[in-house]
């Protein structure tokens, strides 16, 4: 078996039917089974993420990704409970032990994306401001001189259009789209 097809079979395996349980559990609002659940996506999270790693180097060792697949089993399965033994036995006490310094960690990436991704929207809003406002004139343009006999455009007489703003008209305006909130250090 390969890479691809364990990884597809991990991938299906690991998330149809817990998805699908999820739902269920909940839907009947079973505390129980919703505990039992968010341990398992924890897990799986981790699972996932070490599977880039591993499947680079552990992928040499036989029957590695058979292994892959019977852990993502015993992972789901209520028999086993699987996820809440790696849970508790291992994930629990790592994230208690590192949990101020992935916190700490959170809080940077989230402050140093959050303002990446401003100064990406603003410009990609300018950008695509000017692009689009382009593409009005154009439609515009096209609107006006379309000839209404040949299965052209349908249009209005030219007299109703003076009402209608051009590209020139929209690119004057000011700017009334909403701003973010400016975030507080």
């Known amino acids: 078996m390969g890479l691809i097809l364990s990884r597809a079979i991990c991938g299906v395996l690991g998330s149809i039917y817990p998805g699908y ?3 269920k559990t909940v839907k009947n609002k079973d505390v129980l089974e919703y505990k039992r659940w968010m341990k398992y996506w924890i897990v799986y999270s981790f699972f996932t ?3 880039l790693i591993l499947d680079w180097f552990a992928s040499i060792l036989p029957l590695y990704y058979e292994l892959k697949i019977l852990f993502v089993l015993y992972l789901m399965a209520p028999q086993t409970m699987g996820a809440t033994t790696v849970y508790d036995s291992f994930l629990l006490p790592l994230l208690n032990e590192h949990e101020d310094t ?3 960690g959170i809080v940077d990436v ?3 994306a959050g ?3 401003t100064g990406v929207a603003e410009e990609a809003k300018r ?3 000017t692009k689009w406002l382009e593409a009005l004139g154009v439609v515009n343009r096209m609107v006006a001189e379309a000839d209404d006999g040949g299965g ?3 249009t209005r007489p030219r007299s109703q259009l003076s009402n209608t703003m051009s590209a020139d ?3 004057a305006s000011p700017d009334t789209s909403p701003k973010l909130p400016k975030k507080k250090k």
């Open 21 to 23: 349980m999820s739902y």
């Open 49 to 51: 993420v070490a599977e």
């Open 102 to 104: 992935i916190d700490g």
């Open 110 to 112: 989230r402050a140093y």
């Open 115 to 117: 303002g990446t991704l």
């Open 127 to 129: 950008r695509g401001s």
């Open 152 to 154: 052209g455009v349908k």
């Open 169 to 171: 008209d929209l690119a």
